[in-house]
């Protein structure tokens, strides 16, 4: 089955720098690939969300690329905020008549003002 | 609008009882998936169901079991309740079953003493 690989675990910036978080996926056949933040506490919130027929989208300072020949995705997160300060989940699904999404081990970002 | 809504927030139970999980969707949606999500993981998928039917399950034990009404809110029953069922349980609606964004709920926290 499907298995996504989410590096790094835990991830410090400064407040105004830019985060990257990057995740792998094993079955080619997937072809939707959401982004949660999730704060400690409360629900994973859809923060972004990319299919497979584009390379890249980008809302605001938050951006999602991904390569499909490599079979991996990342979030980019420009001008962070100590509000940026979360985990934040990958995840991954294709088309099988329902939708089974299958989560990364989450990245633990913490933004320092 | 009201956002995906769960109930209850905290049950604790002892092993061998059973539990009964209930979870309303967005206004307008008409499919259900559950996760379980045990503390420092990405959530993992147990059921979704659209239109009233199970469309997927994942690998969990007969022992988890839900269905659908007809108002589209669902239920997740997991009957003789072991230590490792203690999780965060999460309901996500969507408009259909297919690739379309997942909404989480605030999720029920389980323990099982």
């Known amino acids: 089955g499907e298995n996504v690989e989410q590096h790094p675990s835990t991830l410090s910036v400064q407040e105004g720098d830019s985060a990257v978080i990057k995740c792998t996926y094993s079955d080619s056949a997937s072809n939707y690939f959401p982004w949660y933040k999730q704060e400690l506490g409360k629900r994973p919130q859809l923060i972004i969300d990319i299919r497979s027929n584009v390379g890249e989208k980008k809302d605001q300072r938050i951006a999602v690329t991904l390569n499909k020949t490599a079979k991996h995705f990342s979030l980019h997160i420009t001008e962070t905020q100590p509000e940026d300060s979360a985990v934040y989940f990958c995840a991954a699904s294709k088309d099988t008549g329902f939708q089974k999404l299958v989560f990364g081990t989450g990245t633990r970002l913490l933004v320092s003002p | 609008d009201a956002g995906v809504t769960q109930s209850p927030t905290h049950l604790i139970k002892t092993r061998g009882q059973h539990v009964t999980l209930r979870c309303s969707p967005i206004?307008?949606?008409?499919?259900v998936s559950w996760y379980q999500q045990v503390l420092g993981q990405g959530p993992q998928f147990i059921f979704q169901y659209y239109e009233k039917e199970e469309r997927g399950r994942g690998n969990f034990p007969d022992r988890f079991s839900a269905r659908q009404f007809p108002n589209y809110s669902s239920e997740l029953n997991v009957n003789a309740l072991l230590l490792g069922d203690s999780a965060l349980y999460l309901c996500?609606?969507?408009?259909?079953?297919?690739?379309?964004?997942?909404?989480f709920g605030d999720g029920t926290r389980l323990s099982i003493l």
């Open positions: 206004s307008g949606h008409k499919s």
């Open positions: 996500a609606s969507s408009s259909t079953g297919g690739s379309q964004p997942q909404h």
